[in-house]
């Protein structure tokens, strides 16, 4: 009989005994400008990535929605699998167009780019997850199958999800960058 592994929180603790660490050295505090200058361009590649993966689902279901049958029609003549496609669309269109911005407001050197990044970062984020979903509730059942691609959009959607900071992070941080008390 195979042996049952169970996972206790302490198998995943790391204590520092005797470890002091500045405000400075937080990474939740505002930092420097010359952060976002360096985190900026980082985070409008992470957030382009993202939004690609959601077009990418967008059109994985909008292409099932056109070949797939039921009842002798495509499935996407029913208004409840056209009301997924319009979320997964909503979803990457305020992806791709926050992504869009915060590289021009980069590019020009307009000084509103760190937080138009933390922005970006944070719509990104959370409109990966959501195309993802969308496409399952479009592909149904067989969007489980690893041969239908989808499961790997929607496992890239949740390890990035944080990547580089929460989006709740990067509210904040675009607050900071604002002037705007949180």
Request: glycine fraction near 10%; proline fraction near 4%.
């Amino acid at each position: 009989m195979p042996r049952r592994l169970e996972a206790r929180a302490r198998d995943f603790e790391v204590a520092f005994a005797g470890v002091g660490v500045t405000r400075e050295q937080l990474l939740t505090v505002a930092a420097e400008p010359v952060a976002d200058a360096v985190l900026a361009p980082a985070l409008v590649a992470l957030a382009a990535y993202q939004a690609g993966g959601a077009g990418a689902v967008l059109d994985m279901s909008i292409d099932h929605a056109n070949t797939r049958e039921q009842f002798g029609v495509p499935i996407g003549r029913f208004q409840r699998v056209q009301d997924h496609i319009v979320r997964i669309l909503n979803a990457a269109d305020g992806a791709r167009w926050a992504t869009y911005e915060a590289a021009w407001c980069i590019d020009s050197g307009r000084p509103e780019a760190g937080a138009r990044a933390h922005l970006a970062a944070a719509i990104a984020s959370e409109s990966y997850i959501e195309a993802t979903n969308g496409g399952h509730e479009v592909h149904a059942g067989i969007g489980s199958d690893p041969k239908m691609g989808l499961v790997l959009y929607t496992q890239a959607a949740r390890s990035l999800y944080q990547c580089l900071g929460s989006p709740e992070w990067h509210r904040l941080r675009m607050l900071d960058a604002l002037g705007w008390a949180a």
